[in-house]
């Protein structure tokens, strides 16, 4: 029984003159998730959001570190079930499907 506690996500764009640099970071909780972005452009104000997901929408989440090592399990038995899709969180902060 695996479970994600926290997560955090960077991604970093030297573009001149205004570098933008974008986090998500993902907590859990016992109500569910909170995820919140913040994207700084250069020198403005940072830019934040923050959104929880609820227990019950998040059954079966597969985060990032999660994904990994189904794909390590799935490749050492050398095994795929059919139709295999869990929900996830997009680089958005917003849910989705990851199908395998």
């Known amino acids: 029984q695996l479970e994600t506690l926290e997560q955090e996500e960077q991604e ?11 986090t998500t970071h993902i907590v859990s909780h ?7 972005k ?3 452009k250069g020198e403005a104000e940072p830019q934040c ?3 929880c997901y609820s227990r019950a929408r998040l059954r079966g989440l597969l985060l990032e570190g ?4 189904l794909l390590r399990v ?8 059919p139709d ?3 929900p996830a969180i997009d680089t958005e902060g917003d849910l989705c499907t990851s199908s395998y």
């Open 66 to 69: 999660a994904s990994l090592l």
């Open 49 to 51: 959001q923050s959104f």
């Open 84 to 86: 295999l899709a869990f």
């Open 38 to 40: 913040t994207l700084q």
């Open 30 to 36: 016992e109500h569910g998730m909170t995820v919140t």
């Open 12 to 22: 970093c764009l030297e573009l001149r003159p205004h570098p933008t640099e974008k």
């Open 74 to 81: 799935l490749a050492h038995r050398q095994t795929m079930p």
